[in-house]
């Protein structure tokens, strides 16, 4: 019989973990001592911390793994997933507009779907991500000789990975969010602003919205973006890895003391 727990009809969690281990052995093998993980898989998602583990477990299972992380001086937390986020990874918007009243989600045919006043704005989450199948290059070597190559020289295929950036912007209580795409949008809005480079014209769209809610909490991600940080500071793997990012970061603020201001 299958001990999945996505079978079970039990509440699922998930854990968040908040600091990365002083020894990724060690986070390794409480992951493969709990979960029943082989020693790759845990490895694999072990790579989350600090962060969401992948892992979809009974609540039961969360509790067993916060202890035994305590117990290397990790601190985590178990999460209903009903109490997670809603970010829907298919919910995407192609067009908005900026305007006093606050953030427009426009539809296919011009009319406004949902106007989202600024004070409800709650958090930028932004990162680099594949923009497209990796391509081949290939490198030629001048330093090395191989004898049965007529010319001398030897040829390296390199897989290149072009990113590019995409934002979830998430707002409401409780919380909600859509995904944009910086080749996708329309930039209508930008009027005489607007130019044929996809990545500027979502720049100014990421300056509009700060200049418009300045107490939009910013990820660190998204603040090395903004202050033109390196990009491996703000590179992801995938799509889903920047969503999965962007839930840990929600988790994260919901811890935060409240503003004073």
Known sequence: MSSDPV??????CRVAVFAPADDPAELRDVLVRVLGLNAVDAQIHARAVPGLLPDRVSCETGDELVAA???LGLAAEV????????????REVHHLRLVDDGLQLVGLSGEVETTVPWYQLDMLSIGHVPIDEPQHRY?????????SAPTGMAHRSLDVVRTG?????????PETGFRIDHQEMNYEYLG????TSATANF??????LIARAPELYLTPAARAYIDHGFQRHYEFRSAEEL???????????????????
Do not use: C, N
């Open 203 to 208: 720049r100014l769209l990421v300056d509009d």
């Open 192 to 195: 005489e602003r607007k130019s």
């Open 79 to 90: 999460i209903r997933e009903e109490e997670l986020p809603e970010l829907d990874p298919e």
């Open 69 to 71: 992380f305590g117990e």
């Open 243 to 261: 969503r999965q990012y962007t839930m840990f970061q929600l988790v994260v603020r919901r811890r935060l003391p409240p503003s004073r201001e």
């Open 165 to 173: 950036p995409q934002a979830w912007i998430v707002y409401g209580e």
């Open 7 to 12: 079978a079970s009809e039990t509440p699922l």
């Open 139 to 147: 490198i030629t070597d001048t330093t090395a000789v191989i004898h």
